[in-house]
């Protein structure tokens, strides 16, 4: 029997925290995800669940210490944002080349400046090189969704890295939306209990984390990391099969949206999907052939797998929701766009920058988008530079 | 009936009308609604205008932006018509609520020759006689449910009164006071267009 109220996405993951009651929690708050802490600090008190939480002094702090717990052996999990996660950053590096699976309960904002509180992806994606998977929600429901699964991705024997289960702040995260809550006997019974092979306070096992490597080490360590994450693929598939079994909900590298016949499809990341959706109906009903491909794994970057879902559209419009300063366009673009390349996809393709600093998206600007990709189809529009979506003169 | 009704809320920080648009979202759910509830987030502070949205639906709510053309509009603050272009987008077959304490003679030059049902209430009245302190949101919140007509009035009140029982089951009193609060402001609702 599924639950089915109304939360806010901090609420509806500090939920999923509650059913998988971690061992430990550091975590130092920051907007918009200081609800998430807070909330399971309550639980806590109320003696909901017994996790360990940890109040700690800063960020670095919340990710050394969930890393110290991790690597003693608990099921650690914090939670940030924004220049909360960049003051993590040495550490998260450390964390994913240790093969500690953490999971992190990311709320996107973006980094400073100007300073800003609202979504954008540049915290998350400025981290996308740290070997961390990242998983990106839609609504309330996949960031609950999504950090179910989170645990069980980490703690694969061929997996072995932390993970963040990301979702748009405040748009989801202080956003009272309708949700389906899963019962907790199954859901404990998903998750699984924590039993680690190898850890810091096993006895009879002296290991070390995270000591020096010479040269000579350093490179196949570096190899078996980078395998890691190509497994990981196929265990976010695997979980989320087994995680439709017990909810019915499907979840893949990516969702199509009426992609299988589109002329002009948009590719995207998080909350704006849904406000794609609403705009792919719209004008599907006036005949026009759109569709959406939703990113919800960037990393592991399904790229190929992308590409080839991509191959038989006109047109492709990719939207980042951080710029790069690259001179070259944003995270999301550069690599689709190689991809597209190695499967020869010959579409035409436009990188657009959107959304940043919580600037706002509305199905009539994801008209004007498809509108671009039917012009661009036509050869009667032609973009030098990736365009800002929305952008005042 | 409208299959989506878009609602949205002017106050200043602190006098709860991110408070009013979640409650509003919550009684709705209650009601057997798909909802959505969110407040705009800049710069909080005490007394800074400030804008939250209410979607109330039959189908599942799948956007993510704010509201441009909403139904109806619901201003906590009468200063704000000053400042704010508070029908912006407002459909003519909607509405707007106002909370205030003037004549409609004095409202009506400051709507901008909007055409739609303008609806005045005095919350503070309200708020004084049945909580004896000014929280304009519980008014407000009964008078956008009377002219959004998102959900049957009996409805509203048995589901406010279920959750207000849970919220304040060791404070009977403030109870009373915030039913009577509501079930005043549906009658003192006063329609001037």
């Not at chain 1, 429901?141 to 179910?148: C, G, R, S």
């Not at chain 1, 690599?335 to 959107?354: D, Q």
């Not at chain 2, 959004?148 to 009977?172: D, G, Q």
Request: proline share 4%; aromatic share 8%.
């Amino acid at each position: 029997m599924a639950i089915r109220t109304r939360m806010s996405g901090n609420e509806a993951v500090a939920y999923a925290i509650k059913q998988i009651n971690p061992d430990v929690m550091p975590a130092f708050p920051i907007t918009p995800s200081t609800e998430i802490p807070q909330f399971v600090a309550s639980m806590i008190a109320n003696g909901e669940i017994d996790t360990e939480f940890i109040p700690v002094e800063s960020e670095h702090s919340a990710m050394s210490a969930t890393m110290g717990a991790s690597a003693a052996g608990a099921r650690a999990m914090t939670a940030t944002s924004s220049c909360g996660l960049a003051l993590m950053w040495e550490v998260l590096y450390v964390a994913a080349s240790s093969r500690l699976p953490i999971v992190l309960a990311l709320v996107n904002r973006g980094l400073t400046g100007p300073l800003n509180i609202n979504a954008e992806h540049s915290d998350s994606m400025g981290a996308r090189d740290a070997g961390w998977i990242q998983i990106y929600s839609e609504s309330n429901q996949e960031a609950y969704d999504n950090f179910l699964q989170a645990n069980r991705i980490a703690e694969h024997a061929s997996v072995h890295l932390p993970v963040m289960i990301c979702q748009d702040g405040f748009i989801t995260s202080h956003a009272v939306q309708n949700i389906t809550l899963w019962e907790d006997e199954p859901i404990k019974k998903f998750v699984g209990e924590y039993n680690p092979e190898h850890y810091l306070l096993k006895e009879d096992e002296s290991m070390a984390v995270g000591p020096y490597a010479v040269s000579n080490y350093c490179m196949e360590e570096k190899k078996a990391q980078a395998e890691a994450m190509k497994n990981a693929k196929q265990v976010i598939l695997d979980v989320a099969k087994e995680f439709e079994a017990v909810t019915g909900q499907k979840y893949g590298l990516f969702e199509e949206y009426r992609l299988e016949d589109a002329e002009y499809a948009v590719v995207a990341i998080g909350s704006v999907c849904g406000t794609i959706k609403d705009a792919v109906d719209a004008l599907r009903d006036k005949g026009m052939k759109v569709g959406l491909l939703k990113v919800r794994v960037f990393r592991p970057f399904p790229g190929e797998e992308m590409a080839k879902a991509l191959k038989h559209c006109k047109a492709i419009g990719i939207m980042d929701r951080c710029e790069s300063y690259s001179a070259n366009g944003g995270p999301l673009g550069a690599e689709l766009m190689a991809a597209l390349f190695r499967e020869k996809v010959t579409a035409e393709a436009v990188n657009i920058m959107y959304g940043l600093s919580g600037r706002d998206v509305t199905v009539g600007d994801m008209g004007e988008v498809f509108g671009w990709l039917e012009k661009m189809a036509a050869g009667e529009l032609h973009f030098d530079e990736y365009p800002y979506l929305g952008l005042r003169d | 009936m409208r299959h989506l009704t878009e609602i949205r809320w002017h106050g200043r920080g602190g006098q709860g009308a991110k408070t009013a648009a979640l409650l509003l979202a919550d009684v709705a759910f209650q009601a057997g609604k798909q909802v959505q509830g969110f407040p705009e987030y800049g710069p909080e502070r005490m007394g800074a205008p400030i804008t939250a949205y209410d979607r109330i639906s039959d189908k599942e709510i799948r956007v993510h932006s704010n509201i441009y053309e909403p139904d109806f509009v619901a201003v906590v603050d009468d200063t704000l018509l000053h400042t704010v272009d508070v029908t912006a987008g407002l459909k003519a077959d909607g509405g707007i609520l106002i909370n205030t304490q003037k004549s409609a003679e004095e409202i009506l030059p400051l709507l901008k020759g909007y055409t739609g049902k303008i609806y005045l209430l005095d919350a503070h009245k309200v708020s004084m006689a049945t909580l004896g302190k000014y929280f304009p949101n519980t008014p407000m919140l009964a008078g956008v449910v009377k002219i959004s007509e998102v959900m049957e009035i009996h409805e509203f009140l048995r589901e406010m009164e279920e959750s207000l029982k849970h919220k304040f089951a060791r404070k009977p009193e403030v109870l009373e006071g915030n039913l009577k609060a509501l079930r005043m402001a549906i009658d003192e609702v006063q329609c001037i267009q």
